[in-house]
């Protein structure tokens, strides 16, 4: 799009006709329809009714040029907090995210082809999505937000979307956007959705609202009308998480796991430098370990997790279980883990009287930014790590007999392609 089809100060056709919006707390109120000045976070829907250009029938058969037909087109409203808040009367048809976890959530209401540009296509689960028959993205139709190193604002004309799929607030840190620039894109390209829920944000503020994954995936699906789609691959994450409750050992039985950062290289692992991350944190990136009881053994060894610590730090809790955490992802090699970490700590005095390390029990885990497919993948990929005695080993993926699966991948796949 060209400054001379659309400026700064000349808002499109479409954010008039196609959406009424609001950025609750900013400055822009372009045409909102159920304004809430509290930013209520639940889902509405409204009827709008609007006259057609055609005459009516007569009773005789003839038009009636002074009777009109009426039709109710429907129109929704959805409310993210803190600020955000769209009124559709269509289904966005192309889409621009940051990373993976709205991404991911696109893909999974069956609307891959609407996702446009993200910040990168790297954090897209291609391994993952390729253990699903019949659903894919194509990362080579998706506009990378950063080009060559930079962030700029016109891409976002150029990429001309119907809907921002991000936290406008987040927007200003990825972007070095000030509030005239998301206002600025509110009106000229397309109305801003999203809120971050990877961890609660404390930087901004103590009251930052925070949805867990579900919620916000239940908030995208009402923006696509995909309601029906959301409620099936829901019921496969409750029924997997249901089947994983009712076989888990007792507590007296698990073992205890500490999740850290084991970052390869000379100054981290090669130096017995380590962060320490607390599993029962809230937000999408630590669900998996929350939903699978997993404790903070730091916490209850008393270990600070400020800054970086050592092996000593590591021995005073000494988990059984050691979980690399966004450090190494599980589309990396076996091989390249073992040689880069696991290897460097056994041969260090310190690290090889490590209980996971001793028992083999050192293993890559899951990335921070995660959507409902990722997740199911990444809750799986835990309990088998684990929990092996009861779920089976994990091998890798693709690499996970039927049997040994802990939700249908076919039926997923199915509900993605909408045959549910």
């Not at 829907?45 to 007569?58: L, R």
């Not at 996970?400 to 039926?411: G, K, W």
Request: hydrophobic fraction near 35%; aromatic fraction near 10%.
């Amino acid at each position: 799009m060209s400054e001379d089809e659309t400026g700064p100060n000349d808002p499109t056709r479409r954010a008039y006709l196609k959406y009424g919006t609001a950025l609750v707390g900013g400055s822009l109120l372009a045409g909102c329809a159920g304004q809430s000045d509290t930013g209520d976070s639940e889902p509405t829907s409204t009827q709008t009714a609007t006259a057609t250009d055609e005459p009516a029938a007569t009773e005789s058969g003839a038009t009636d040029e002074s009777a009109e037909e009426t039709e109710t087109p429907e129109s929704w409203t959805v409310s993210m907090k803190p600020r955000t808040e769209v009124t559709f009367e269509s289904v966005p048809d192309s889409v621009v995210v940051y990373r993976a976890d709205y991404a991911d959530m696109l893909i999974a209401l069956g609307q891959g082809d609407a996702l446009v540009g993200m910040q990168d296509t790297q954090s897209l689960p291609m391994d993952m999505l390729a253990e699903l028959p019949g659903v894919s993205v194509d990362p080579a139709q998706i506009t990378p937000l950063r080009q060559e190193g930079e962030y700029d604002k016109e891409i976002f004309y150029d990429i001309d979307p119907d809907l921002l799929l991000i936290d406008p607030n987040n927007a200003k840190n990825y972007f070095e956007f000030d509030e005239a620039d998301i206002s600025e894109l509110e009106n000229t390209v397309a109305p801003w959705l999203g809120s971050f829920i990877r961890r609660p944000q404390e930087s901004i503020g103590p009251n930052y609202p925070h949805y867990t994954l579900y919620e916000a995936f239940e908030r995208v699906a009402t923006a696509f009308r995909a309601e029906d789609r959301f409620a099936a691959f829901k019921s496969v994450h409750d029924e997997m998480l249901s089947t994983i409750s009712e076989r888990v050992p007792p507590e007296s039985e698990r073992p205890s796991v500490g999740l850290a950062f084991l970052i390869p290289g000379d100054q981290f692992v090669g130096s017995g430098v380590f962060y320490l991350t607390d599993p029962t944190q809230p937000g999408m990136a630590k669900k998996q370990y929350r939903d699978l009881g997993v404790d903070n053994v730091w916490a209850e060894a008393g270990v600070s997790m400020d800054g970086q610590v050592n092996y000593e730090a590591l021995l005073e809790a000494d988990p059984d279980v050691l979980i690399s955490h966004n450090a190494f992802g599980f589309t990396d090699s076996v091989e390249d883990f073992q040689t880069r970490v696991v290897d460097v700590m056994r041969e260090d005095d310190l690290g090889k009287e490590l209980t996971a390390v001793k028992n083999g029990r050192v293993y890559r885990g899951g990335k921070n930014v995660q959507g409902p497919i990722i997740n199911l993948f990444q809750t799986e990929i835990a309990a088998k790590q684990l929990y092996p005695e009861t779920f089976g080993a994990w091998k890798g993926l693709g690499e996970t007999p039927a049997d040994e699966q802990l939700f249908d991948r076919q039926r997923v796949a199915d509900i993605i392609n909408g045959d549910f």
